[in-house]
């Protein structure tokens, strides 16, 4: 199975800061990566597919990159609603494999 | 515009069984396949398997086979999953979502508490 290893677990921000989360590949899954966003009580919400795709009707502070198996989620400019757990997950194989999960948290 | 909703939470005793509905509306249900996946209070997601909606073939994760089973309904749109045997340790957040033609998970239903207490 591949393994997905996210980092940090937990990240402190205020509002507006500019917030990178990693995803490390145990092996090549080229660029198919998806993160979601999941606010407490709810269920997760697509936010970019294929490594660096934004889904409609996402905000543009959302972005995310790829170099060989590592992925970074970055928010440019987080906002009250940024607030939430964000896991990375690979679509290259079966089976699906999800990060862990890092946690946003107001500072 | 695409809706997928799943039906209310469940309190089981030890042994159990229960199924859980996914219905969906505002597409073509054989169009896509159905993704289950769960989550253990306070702890992250975990990818159960999914179901081709086309032929009813479905696919289990190490961890879900035996007493998992995946189902459908095509005349309603409604795929299913049936956990049998509940033990404690079944206790957690059930998600079936859509797989887009990209292969993502892109609509969600909004989850079904199973609780499974003596």
């Known amino acids: 199975d591949i393994q997905m290893t996210q980092s940090p677990s937990t990240l402190s921000a205020s509002v507006g800061d500019r917030v990178t989360i990693t995803c490390r590949a145990s092996?090549?899954?080229?660029?198919?990566l998806a993160w979601y966003q999941q606010e407490p009580g709810k269920a997760p919400k697509l936010l970019i597919y294929?490594?660096?795709s934004l889904e409609s009707g996402v905000p543009s502070r959302f972005s995310g990159s790829r170099s060989g198996t590592e992925f970074t989620l970055t928010i440019s400019s987080l906002q009250p609603d940024d607030f939430a757990t964000y896991y990375c997950?690979?679509?290259?194989?079966?089976?699906?494999?999800f990060g862990q999960g890092t946690k946003v948290e107001i500072k | 515009q695409v809706q997928v909703v799943q039906s209310g939470s469940e309190l089981k005793k030890p042994g159990a069984s229960v199924k859980v509905s996914c219905k969906t509306s505002?597409?073509?249900?054989?169009?896509?396949?159905m993704n289950w996946v769960r989550q253990a209070p306070g702890q992250g997601l975990e990818w159960m398997g999914w179901?081709?909606?086309?032929?009813?073939?479905?696919t289990y994760a190490q961890g879900f086979t035996g007493r998992f089973v995946f189902s459908l309904d095509t005349s309603v749109s409604t795929a299913y999953v049936q956990i049998s045997s509940l033990k404690a340790e079944d206790t957690a957040v059930y998600y079936c979502?859509?797989?887009?033609?990209?292969?993502?998970?892109?609509?969600w239903g909004q989850g079904t508490l199973v609780t499974v207490s003596s």
């Open positions: 979502a859509r797989q887009s033609a990209r292969g993502v998970l892109d609509y």
């Open positions: 505002g597409y073509t249900f054989t169009d896509y396949a």
């Open positions: 179901i081709n909606t086309n032929t009813g073939n479905p």
């Open positions: 092996q090549s899954i080229s660029d198919w």
């Open positions: 294929k490594a660096s």
């Open positions: 997950q690979q679509y290259n194989d079966y089976p699906r494999t």
